[in-house]
C-alpha cells in the first residue's frame, strides 16, 4: 500500500526501480490529457527525479506546474527548476529530440507533449510523415528495452493522418484515457517514476 508523501503525492510506483524495464505509457483523451501529464511531471520532480519534456505541440504550460505545486504545499521555484523543457516544431526536432535524450546518461522520466502535431503538418509531404513517424516508433521501442520511463500525451482527435495515431497507439503497451473526473490517474497504471 503507497503511503501519502510529504506534499500531499501518493505516487503508488515510487517504489520501482528505475532499472524495471517499462512499457511506455500513451495518455489520450480531451482536455485532460495535459493535466495528466503535467500531474505525472510534478509527481516526477516531487520524487527528486529530473523530468525532461519534450514539447511538440506547445502544451506544456508552467503555471499549471506551479498551480500543482502550490495545491500540494510545494514552493513552485523548485518544481518549475526541477524541470526541463525542450520545444520542438518539426518531425525531425522531435526525432532528433528522443536520439539526443537517448545518447544522454539514465535520467528522470522523458515526457512527450502531442508529438502527432508536428506530423500533421500541411507543409510535410506523406512520405516524410511516414518516414519520420516511423523513426519516431522506433525510439520509443528503444525506451521501452532500455527500461527508460517515457510517457506520451496525445489528444484523442488527429486532425490529419489519423492513421499515424493508429501507428502510436500499436506501439505504446499502455494505453489511458484521461478523463477530467479520474484524479489521481497514477492509481490506474504501471508506470516508474525514477527517483534520484
Known amino acids: 500500500m503507497p503511503q ?14 528505475r532499472q524495471t524495464v517499462s512499457d ?4 489520450t483523451g480531451d482536455s485532460s490529457v495535459m493535466a495528466a ?3 505525472a ?15 511538440a505541440g506547445m502544451s506544456f504550460d508552467p503555471y499549471r506546474l506551479a498551480a500543482l505545486a502550490r495545491k500540494h504545499h510545494m514552493p513552485p521555484e523548485a518544481l518549475l527548476r526541477a524541470v526541463r523543457v525542450m520545444r520542438v516544431m518539426t518531425a525531425l526536432q522531435l526525432v532528433e529530440a528522443l536520439l539526443w535524450i537517448a545518447r544522454q546518461p539514465p535520467g528522470g522520466m522523458v515526457a512527450v507533449l502531442r508529438p502527432q502535431a ?8 506523406e512520405g516524410d510523415a511516414n518516414h519520420y513517424h516511423r523513426r519516431f516508433i522506433k525510439a ?13 500525451a ?10 499515424l495515431n493508429h501507428q502510436l497507439h500499436a506501439a505504446i503497451g499502455q494505453h489511458v484515457t484521461a478523463t477530467p473526473t479520474q484524479e489521481p490517474l497514477w492509481e490506474k497504471v504501471s508506470f516508474p517514476i525514477p527517483r534520484q
Open 118 to 125: 508536428v506530423f500533421g503538418d500541411p507543409d510535410l509531404d
Open 41 to 55: 511531471l510534478a509527481l516526477a520532480a516531487r520524487g527528486g527525479a529530473t523530468p525532461l519534456v519534450v514539447d
Open 140 to 152: 520509443i521501442h528503444w525506451f521501452a528495452r532500455h527500461g527508460r520511463p517515457l510517457l506520451v
Open 37 to 39: 501529464a503535467h500531474q
Open 154 to 163: 496525445e489528444h484523442s482527435t488527429a486532425r490529419r493522418r489519423p492513421f
Open 24 to 27: 511506455p505509457l500513451l495518455i
Open 4 to 17: 501519502d508523501r510529504p506534499g500531499g503525492f501518493r505516487p503508488a510506483f515510487a517504489g520501482i526501480s
